[in-house]
Structure formats: structure tokens, C-alpha cells
């Protein structure tokens, strides 16, 4: 029987697809398509690698282990949902969930002391950060706006907020001594395997990474941010915030960027919080309240302090919001700000969204305000800058008229920066990082000083090969003019600039615009081009992906979570992502709160659509075929007929708005020609579905407006979410009529 994995996640995402699955397992069915669930949630991956401290009844698989192998075969069709990236504090509050329902899982060990210690937080950092994504990305990423969703857009355009020319709105990064200005690259001429080690100016020499595995024409990268530099930087920009009366804001990846990022996030709470941790920095150390978890965590943490102590950190902390300046709220009604909380500013959601709002955010007087935007490392910075300056200069984008980007990201098989995680060091004292060959010879070499941060990533050539193939693909299947957005005066793209140009004279580009811009001079040509409604694919590595797959759609759009998401596996199967999840703990909250979810599962059903279209061309079934055509016509009419969820309690949510998407799905099937039986069978499903719209969307309404117990966040009692996402007997009646 043909199959489609569909992933288990968290979140909004998690609770939007117990509504949505049982709708497509009812019309898969009619196609002899089997739907299968792999639980790759943050609970499930936990309770996955802890399997000796549980009970038999608790364990569970490693599904993510399960569908890594897979994606490395022909027959994959994964559709993947968004996931959380965790930071430590949503790690630890996971174990803490988890624990409280009866697993006997151990703490999270800040700092651990022994063998099975460290053993334990080894298992734990499997988890935390983008562990998901490198595991399953086995192919680059094809993401763009389907012309029904452009078509949306422009017909529903969502809001902007104007912009003027006296904006006091900026970027803030470091102009040396950080990641990008400290890059160095080599290609390796043959398969081998390096290490990494840090030699002390005391003649110390300590292994960092005893094994590190490479191929031939593969690309290794050193860098290191200076603390020293950072720590200089930050004052700066703290003093620059403030001269301009503007809101202070930091933007990092403390998620995805697991290791790096929460030490720069740390950096920023202590230049924010200069005198208290000057005066208190060792006792908040000893009673294991780290900066790099943020002010929320130090807060919570308060009652480990003695009384005198507490009262001192307390004053230092109001004090510090009364000297420095004003901060970025993430939520002004609860006090939480910027710098409570390491995951909650995602840099790549977070600046896109300020731009969309007259480059203001809130500030703790629940107003609008001009900000500073502090990206510390400078590698791609300056395409927010230069996205500010043009609004800044031509006012707010025109979703009416706006073109689109596309983008074709180099993702597969853990390229770039993604793949450093375990490769990353906060250094201990001054000395020398060294990569070192096979032989012992020193590849690339960085001096360094306590509390810098330094980081390897690699990139295999066989991704960098399928990525131009595919930029040279899409620009000529869409006679759209494609950028690669490469910076010559970084070592990295230096190399890959290298590469790009050799493998495109490996196809035929005849007739193709294809060009090779630095990131800032990329974005002046977009941007360009998209204001005057012309559509430009964007060629990028992995983080700069990321970004741009948020900053334009985000822009066009008012969500990425609307964006097609097509990752052809190189092995030859498909793996089909639905969308941006940055939102969906705000979406959580409101549900448990009232009972709506607001979360847009249109991303799911453009991901279904062409995960059936790919298992009808891999497996010669004609009825997926069907099923793809007919759901794509049917989210044409979803997006026409504005069957979005509503942002409010009591009009339609998301639960609604997936009964409009099977519906309109149901009358497709039933008036398609291509199959008299399946027609059929779709005609007492449509007639059911049609003639009992009053009363399912009357059913689905009822619930809203009162609290919903789900019997936790991160592992919500199964059978309670079932409950409170499926509420329309009429609707699921109707559903059993294809699977009788």
C-alpha cells in the first residue's frame, strides 16, 4: 500500500493536525494511500532517548532516527510539520511537564560532575535546538507562494504599517572581530578525518572534537567571535539606543543556533545588566542562574539566593531598567520583555515582522515605537538594514502589487551553519583553536581569549552540486531571473562562488538570468525588482534561507506559514514542510484561554497536495493523482471564498476552516470526470458536508469562548486534544461514510 508519513510535532501545528488528519485519512483511504504518524515532537524525542529510565508503557521509538535512514531512500514521502527548536529553558520546562506526568526522566545537568552526568546532558543536547531539521533535510529546499496564495494576497491584502522618512528605526552589528570578518575556508582534496583542538598560551592542549569525519571537495569552515568585541559592541549600541530615545531590541537564533547564539544572548542580558552582574555575577553563577537563559530564568531563580542577595539582585535589575534604555516588549501586559526569554525574538520571524509594522516595536507602555535592531554578527545584518532604508525612503510594500521571491536553499545533509552545533566552543582561556588534517597539519588556526566563541561548520559538495542544479531548474521552468546571494569578500562564499560557477557550466543556462550578488547588493536588486511587481528567485546557503523564506512571504504575504515548502530528497523521495511555526505559542495560549485556534493550516494543505502528487508519479497511482489535482483546486476556492481562520473568538477558526477545506475538496472529487467510482463516492460526502454546513459550522462555533484543559503543552493528553479538536459530530458522521 502506498504511504505518506505525516510528522507529530507540538504546538499550534500538533493541535491543527488532530483536526486535519482524520479528514485525510478518510479521502487518502479512497486512494489506497495509507497515512502513517512518526512522533519527532520535543516530548517524544525526550522520553526516545531515555527509554532506561522509563518504564515499558513510557517508551517509545526514536521515529526521528527512523525517519533520517528514510529520507536517505527513494521511497520517502515525509510530510513535516513545524517543531519546536528548544532553548534550555524549554528543554528543562519539557522535563519538568514530563516529570510531573510520571516519567522518571533526570534533571537537565547545567554543569555536570560525573560520568553519568555528562551522559545525561549529552542525551538532553540531542534534543535541544534545530535537531530535527539536519536529520531530515536530505535534499535543498524549493520554497515559494503558489499563485493561489499570490492571487490571496493581492485580493485580501493583509496590513502594513505606514513607514516615514524620519524613522528612527536601525540595524546594529558589529563592524569586526565577529563571525563573518573572522571566516577562514579550505576545500579538502581528499576523504579523511580532521580534529580540533585548542593549544593554551600555557602550552595546554585539550581535544575539542577528536573525530570530525570529511569528503573530498568538501568545504571547512573556522571562525570565532571575540567576547572582548562583543562585549564593546553591545555598550555601543546600548548608549545608541539611548541617545535615540529608541526601543532596544536583540535579535539571534537562540533556537536553531543552540550553542552560539544562547552565549550571545547571555552577553546582551549582562551589558543590559552591567552592574548586577559585576556586583552579583558570582553568586548568580553559583546558584546556577545563567544569563544565557535569559532574565526569566534569573528571576525564577531568585529564591536560591540568600535574603540580602535577592534584595540586591532585584534593586540592580530596576536600576538597570531605569538606566539603560527603553526595551523591546515580547508581551507589555506581563512585563516580559526582549531579554526574558532566549527563544522568544527569533531573529528571522522577529525583524521581518517590525519591518511589516512601520519598523516599530512595543514597548512596555503597549505602544509603537522606533527601534534599534542589534544582530550582532554581521554576516547577513545588512539585508534588514537595507530592507529599512528603502521603506524608509519609499514608504511600506504594496502586498497588492508586490512580486514574489522564491528561494532555492542550500539545506541538504546538514550544509553550513546548521551543522556546527557540535562543533562549537565558548573557550576557557587565551590560545590557539586548530583544525587539523589527517597528518596532523594545522588547516585553519584562530587566536583566541577567554569567553570567545568559536564554531566549525561544514559543507559537503554533493548538496552544493543538487543546489545549482536546482536554481537553474526553477529559473528556467518559471523564466524567472535568479540571484545567488554570495558575499566575495567572505571566505565561505569565496569558496562557493568557486563551485557555483564550475557546476553551472554543467547545464544549459542559455537564455537564463543567473547572478552572483553579496547579500546587501542582492536585496537592492530584489527589492527593486519586487516593488515594481517582478518576481526574482533568491539562491542562498542555509541560515540566509531561513531568513529570506521569512522576510519576503512575511512582507507579501503577512505569514511564511503560507509558503509551499518542496524539498526533492537527493536519494529521490520527497520531503514536504508545511510552513513556519514562530507563532504557534501565542496560537496555544489562546486556545487553552478560549477555546480558538487561530493557526493557519494552509501550508498543510499545499504540502499535502504535492506530497500526493509525488507518490502518483512514484507509484503509478492515478487516484493520488486526483486527489492532488483536486485538493489544489479546491485551496484555490478555500483562498477565494476567505476560509482563513479569524483571528477572534467566536468566528471561524482554525477547526472551521479545515471543514471548508474538505468541503470544497469533497465537491471537486465529486464533480471530477477522471474516475466515475471515486466520484461516487464523493458524491454522498459532498451532499452530506454541503446540506449540513449550518450545523457543523454551528457545532464548531459552540465551544469557543471558554477555557480548554489539554493536560499539558509539550505532551497534551492524546485523547483530550482529540476532544477538543474534533467537536462536530455532524462533521466526523460525515467522514465515516468513505471509510464504512
Known amino acids: 500500500m502506498a504511504k505518506i508519513i505525516y510528522t507529530h510535532t507540538d504546538e499550534a501545528p500538533m493541535l491543527a493536525t488532530h483536526s486535519f488528519l482524520p479528514i485525510v485519512e478518510a479521502y487518502a483511504s479512497t486512494a489506497g494511500v495509507e497515512i502513517e504518524t512518526r512522533d519527532i515532537s520535543l516530548a517524544g524525542r525526550i522520553i526516545s532517548l531515555f527509554g532506561d529510565y522509563l518504564t515499558a508503557e513510557q517508551q517509545l521509538p526514536d521515529a526521528l532516527a527512523e525517519l533520517g535512514a528514510l529520507a536517505k531512500s527513494p521511497d520517502a514521502n515525509i510530510i513535516k510539520l513545524p517543531n519546536i527548536s528548544a532553548s534550555i529553558p524549554q528543554l528543562k520546562a519539557a522535563i519538568a511537564e514530563l516529570q510531573a506526568a510520571g516519567y522518571a526522566l533526570p534533571d537537565y545537568p547545567d554543569n555536570p560532575s560525573s560520568d553519568e552526568e555528562t551522559d545525561i546532558r549529552a542525551r538532553f543536547d540531542k534534543v535541544k535546538g534545530s535537531a530535527v531539521n539536519p536529520v531530515l533535510r536530505e535534499g535543498n529546499s524549493d520554497r515559494r507562494a503558489p499563485l493561489s496564495v499570490k492571487n490571496y494576497a493581492r485580493k485580501y491584502p493583509h496590513s502594513m504599517g505606514a513607514w516615514t522618512a524620519d524613522s528612527k528605526t536601525n540595524v546594529a552589528t558589529m563592524a569586526e572581530d565577529d563571525f563573518r570578518a573572522n571566516e577562514k575556508s579550505v576545500v579538502i582534496d581528499f ?80 551589558a543590559y545588566f552591567s552592574e548586577l552582574f559585576e556586583t552579583y555575577g558570582e553568586q548568580l553563577e553559583a546558584a546556577g542562574l545563567s544569563a544565557n537563559n535569559g532574565l526569566a530564568a534569573i528571576l525564577g531563580g531568585l529564591d536560591e539566593l540568600s535574603d540580602d542577595v535577592r534584595a540586591g539582585v532585584e534593586a540592580l535589575i530596576a536600576k538597570g531598567y531605569e538606566d539603560g534604555p527603553a526595551l523591546a516588549m515580547v508581551d507589555s501586559s506581563k512585563g516580559i520583555t526582549n531579554l526574558h526569554v532566549p527563544s522568544d525574538v527569533i531573529v528571522d520571524a522577529s525583524m521581518p515582522a517590525m519591518i511589516r509594522t512601520s519598523g516599530h516595536m512595543w514597548g512596555a507602555d503597549d505602544q509603537e515605537h522606533d527601534t534599534l535592531a542589534v544582530l550582532p554578527d554581521s554576516s547577513y545584518a545588512g539585508v534588514f538594514q537595507v530592507v529599512i532604508e528603502d521603506c524608509r525612503a519609499n514608504g511600506a510594500f504594496d502586498p497588492t502589487t508586490m512580486g514574489t521571491v522564491p528561494n532555492v536553499g542550500l539545506m541538504a545533509q546538514a550544509a553550513e551553519e546548521y551543522g556546527s552545533h557540535d562543533k562549537t566552543f565558548e573557550i576557557k582561556a587565551a590560545g590557539h583553536v586548530q583544525i587539523l588534517d589527517a597528518a596532523g597539519g594545522v588547516l585553519i588556526e584562530h587566536q583566541v581569549f577567554e569567553g570567545d566563541i568559536w564554531r566549525a561548520c561544514q559543507t559537503k559538495d554533493v548538496p552544493v552540486r543538487d543546489w545549482v542544479k536546482l536554481a537553474v531548474n526553477r529559473a528556467r521552468a518559471s523564466a524567472t531571473p535568479a540571484v545567488f546571494w554570495l558575499d566575495e569578500s567572505r571566505s565561505h562564499d569565496t569558496v ?245
Do not use: C
Open 191 to 270: 576523504d579523511q578525518t580532521l580534529s580540533i583542538r585548542f593549544v593554551g598560551e600555557d602550552g595546554e592542549v585539550k581535544v575539542l572534537k577528536k573525530a570530525l569525519p570529511v569528503l573530498k571537495d568538501e568545504i571547512i569552515d573556522g571562525t570565532v567571535m571575540h567576547a572582548a568585541s562583543l562585549a564593546a559592541f553591545l555598550k555601543d549600541a546600548l548608549a545608541r539606543a539611548k541617545a535615540d530615545d529608541v526601543l532596544f531590541s536583540a535579535h539571534l537564533k537562540a533556537t536553531m543556533m543552540k550553542v552560539s547564539d544562547p552565549i550571545i544572548f547571555g552577553h546582551v542580558v549582562k
Open 496 to 740: 562557493l562562488i568557486g563551485k557555483v560557477n564550475e557546476y553551472l557550466a554543467d547545464h544549459d543556462t542559455e537564455g537564463l538570468t543567473i547572478k552572483i550578488l553579496s547579500p546587501i547588493e542582492a536585496t537592492k536588486f530584489t527589492i527593486e525588482r519586487l516593488r515594481r511587481g517582478e518576481d526574482t528567485i533568491s539562491v542562498s546557503g542555509n541560515v540566509l534561507r531561513d531568513y529570506l523564506t521569512d522576510l519576503f512571504p512575511i512582507l507579501e504575504l503577512g505569514t511564511s506559514a503560507k509558503m509551499l515548502s518542496i524539498v526533492p530528497l537527493i536519494a529521490g523521495g520527497g520531503l514536504f514542510e508545511t510552513g513556519a511555526g514562530g507563532s504557534a505559542p501565542k496560537h496555544v495560549s489562546q486556545l487553552v484561554s478560549e477555546n480558538h485556534l487561530r493557526w493557519d493550516s494552509l501550508g498543510e494543505f499545499l504540502a499535502l497536495a504535492v506530497s500526493f502528487e509525488h507518490l502518483a508519479n512514484s507509484s503509478d497511482n492515478k487516484r493520488a493523482q486526483i486527489l492532488a489535482d483536486t485538493l489544489d483546486a479546491a485551496t484555490g476556492t478555500f483562498l477565494l471564498e476567505n476560509k482563513s481562520p479569524k483571528r477572534k473568538v467566536g468566528e471561524l477558526d482554525n477547526r472551521g476552516s479545515h471543514f471548508y477545506l474538505a468541503k470544497f475538496w469533497a465537491e471537486e472529487l465529486a464533480a471530477q470526470t477522471k474516475d466515475a467510482e471515486l466520484a461516487a463516492a464523493f458524491k454522498a460526502v459532498s451532499e452530506a458536508l454541503g446540506s449540513n454546513e449550518e450545523a457543523i459550522v454551528a457545532e464548531l462555533a459552540a465551544v469557543q469562548g471558554s477555557p480548554v484543559d489539554l493536560g499539558g503543552y509539550y505532551r497534551p493528553v492524546e485523547a483530550k486534544v482529540a476532544e477538543t479538536m474534533r467537536p462536530s459530530k455532524t462533521l466526523n458522521t460525515a467522514l465515516e461514510l468513505l471509510t464504512k
